[in-house]
């Protein structure tokens, strides 16, 4: 395994991506038409789902992504761990855009413009002897881009708190849920394509501890609560917000009537690319609604190569200010070693001591009628649930031997693997179970690398592929 330093500095060198741009330009007529069927597709129903109350109601009248291309720069392209190819480029795009969204009992909202900034990473794997050369291609932003909306006609009287905060959040929301790592839209290139070869883990756990900050003021304030500031000193009672990548948001305990809190918290990230960002925002908790204080940003790759230790600037609304954060860090290589599912280096009940990855390929052998199938798969060990997106009969789709290729992930403590249960895999068909399959801890801890892969009988005649994988840590250096 390489050492951690080695990891980090690996890179092919940035280079411009003109050929890319000028092919881009050139398919652009085509892009937008696939783009606008996979937005209405993919994004509408979600939209139907999350936005509130008569937005629910919002659907694509007008779908044309416009004659200015996407642009690309900054191409970074070297080897992965499991041999496959990596390219990481930045994305900017100006779209002069015709969108146009109607609803019941809302105004038609116009999109003219899009601003759209990020750096993608696209993995390229398995690589094959047989053309295309590539099994699939997958497509995820490293860290949550960058999003601007520019409205027309009725949507600019609620461009400010309607507009701008529910639409654009949620669609900023949908490209995380895809597209923001550790989640990656899947390409298959070859039909064949092997999603076992083709899943790419990830490459550890970042222990971050959020220490101290310094320079803390409170936030002014207006009206009522200025004037309440006057009477009563007002010191903040301070938490922080943690984020990295699409995985979930950490907070600290808070820590009232300090302008210098200290936490000393720590808490477990899991990385999939050292080029992801830890975003922290200091707040001052307010029954009257937490205020912002300061905002920080670095990348995991920093603050490793600082030696496990960096003092976050923190600014508010776009301006500096004197506040600062200090945080550490340590990073822990994912292995196939039982001995490491002990925890000895975690200090804290509740820390990770190893992963569970499970792989679902595809259902093999359904039967019945086609129209009247809609599979999907369920799995479920020590509480929690699982389940892939069901499948329904479409043309040219073989609804009778589904491919999923979705992965679930359950970060392990040393209570969850004291008394391990068994892995149950259901067949599910709508809400129904038709069939399941049990598998013991025991047998993937003892399986060759930790890892129980196959095809599982799940009765009356069906199978589900899947492959289950331990891991414990241990620390890089």
């Known amino acids: 395994m390489a050492s951690l330093i080695d990891s980090l500095t690996a890179s092919g060198g940035s280079e411009p991506a003109g050929f890319l741009n000028d092919i881009i330009k050139q398919l652009w007529p085509n892009i937008s038409v696939a783009g606008a069927n996979i937005v209405k597709d993919v994004v509408e129903p979600i939209l139907a789902s999350t936005l509130p109350g008569p937005l629910s109601s919002l659907h694509f009248v007008k779908l044309d992504f416009g004659h200015v291309p ?6 970074d392209v070297h080897k992965t761990a499991t041999q496959g190819i ?37 993995l390229l794997c398995p690589l094959t002897n047989i053309v295309p050369l590539i099994g699939a291609a997958q497509v995820a932003f490293i860290n949550p881009p960058s999003l601007k909306l520019d409205f027309t006609d009725a949507a600019n009287i609620a461009d400010c708190f309607l507009i701008e905060k529910t639409v654009r959040n949620t669609i900023l929301s949908i490209i995380s849920s895809m597209a923001v790592l550790p989640n990656r839209f899947l390409v298959k290139l070859d039909a064949n394509n092997d999603y076992f070869k083709t899943y790419q883990p990830h490459l550890g756990i970042l222990r971050l501890t959020v220490e101290k900050a310094t320079g803390i003021t409170a936030p002014k304030k207006s009206g009522a609560s200025r004037l309440l500031a006057k009477i009563v000193k007002d010191v903040p009672d301070c938490y922080v917000k943690v984020n990295i990548g699409a995985e979930g948001e950490w907070r600290t305990s808070v820590q009232k009537n300090n302008h210098e809190p200290a936490w000393n918290e720590t808490h477990d990230f899991l990385v999939t690319d050292y080029e992801q960002s830890i975003s922290v925002d200091i707040q001052d908790d307010d029954l009257a ?7 920080g940003y670095t990348t995991i790759k920093e603050v490793l190569l600082n030696g496990g230790s960096h003092e976050l600037n923190l600014t508010h609304k776009g301006e500096h200010t004197n506040a600062k954060l200090v945080i550490h860090a340590k990073f822990y290589n994912l292995v196939a070693d039982a001995s490491l599912l002990s925890a000895q280096d975690s200090e804290r009940k509740g820390q990770i001591c190893g992963l569970v990855t499970i792989l679902i390929a595809s ?9 009247g199938l809609n599979p999907s798969v369920k799995v479920a060990w020590g509480g929690k649930e699982f389940q892939t997106v069901a499948k329904t009969y479409i043309p040219g789709v073989d609804i009778f031997n589904p491919s999923f290729d979705q992965a679930f992930k359950i970060p392990l403590n040393t209570d969850m693997i004291a008394r391990p249960t068994s892995f149950k895999i259901s067949l599910m068909n709508k809400q129904d179970e038709s069939g399941s399959v049990e598998v ?5 801890f003892d399986a060759p690398g930790m890892v129980k892969e196959g095809i599982f009988d799940v009765g009356s005649g069906a199978s589900v592929r899947a492959s289950i994988s331990v891991r414990g840590i241990q620390l890089a250096e």
């Open 70 to 75: 996407i642009q690309f720069s900054n191409v």
């Open 440 to 444: 013991a801890f025991q047998d993937v």
């Open 363 to 371: 259902v093999l052998g359904l039967s019945g009628q086609r129209d």
């Open 86 to 122: 990596k390219l990481d480029l930045d994305l900017h795009w100006e779209g002069e855009c015709d969108i146009e969204l109607d609803g019941n009992h809302v105004p038609k909202i116009g999109i003219e413009k899009v601003h759209l900034k990020g750096r993608l990473s696209i």
């Open 289 to 295: 609604g937490d205020d912002d204080i300061g905002l």
